[in-house]
């Protein structure tokens, strides 16, 4: 089957104009420092006017701290970021360059890193907040809950502290085999997590016995760790299971 229908010819495909980011550099590139002073520079080619160059600072954790505007000086795109917050958190910060033309056509994403340190860290302390001292050994399929939470204090800010963990025991002196065990400030009540505030530096965890648990003191070692890779000192609880 033919058409007559001739081709319109005078159709013409819009050339696009992708615009180019052609480097993208921050300096320093380490901070040791409660306050972040971050020079923030992109050369970007392009046919078509520029609307804007972003960049976005993204945290260790992977939120973000912040978006900015750079603006034209000369042939870079420049800015100059002034942070202070109020926790400072240790690690690799991601800078995350973007441009964007007037027809809203967007550039390659270039990725700058920068380090934030803490020389001066202090380790955290971990405290007991609640923990029994013993528990009824059960009988047939039905197992027992404990319920664990230790406060973490570290001098340099809740958002320092990585983790909070615990090794146990058993009284014939074997260590379980499923050691460390992680403990939670993420919010979430439900067990294991059993915590009722994330980020309140109470880490909680609930654990069981069962009917085959030897009799006798069970050592619960916990420790917790900062993002500087300081250990805090270790805090021993006994709980006695007992019939």
Excluded at 179 to 204: E, Q, R
Aim: glycine content about 4%; some cysteine.
């Amino acid at each position: 089957m033919y058409s007559c229908e001739k081709d319109d010819s005078s159709v013409i495909d819009p050339i696009l104009h992708f615009p180019i980011i052609d480097s993208a550099f921050i300096s320093p590139t380490v901070f040791d420092t409660n306050r972040i002073d971050l020079s923030i520079n992109a050369r970007v080619s392009s046919v078509d006017p520029i609307s804007s160059v972003k960049a976005k600072i993204i945290d260790p954790l992977g939120s973000q701290v912040t978006e900015v505007d750079l603006v034209l000086n000369g042939d870079l795109y420049t800015f100059n970021a002034a942070i202070t917050p109020g926790c400072v958190l240790v690690g690799n910060y991601n800078v995350e360059f973007l441009a964007v033309t007037n027809s809203g056509l967007n550039s390659n994403t270039v990725t700058n890193t920068f380090q934030v340190i803490n020389s001066n860290s202090i380790k955290p302390v971990v405290s007991i907040v609640y923990a029994p001292d013993s528990l009824l050994r059960p009988t047939g399929s039905e197992l027992v809950p404990a319920f664990l939470q230790v406060q973490v204090n570290d001098p340099d800010g809740i958002c320092d502290i990585e983790w909070a963990r615990f090794n146990a025991v058993n009284p014939n002196g074997i260590p379980n085999p499923s050691n460390p065990f992680t403990m939670y400030d993420n919010g979430n009540p439900l067990p294991p997590f059993s915590d009722t505030v994330a980020n309140d530096g109470k880490y909680s965890l609930t654990i069981y016995i069962g009917s085959s648990a030897t009799l006798g003191d069970f050592s619960f070692k916990f420790f917790a760790k900062d993002r500087s890779d300081l250990t805090s000192d270790t805090l021993l609880k006994l709980i006695n299971v007992h019939e």
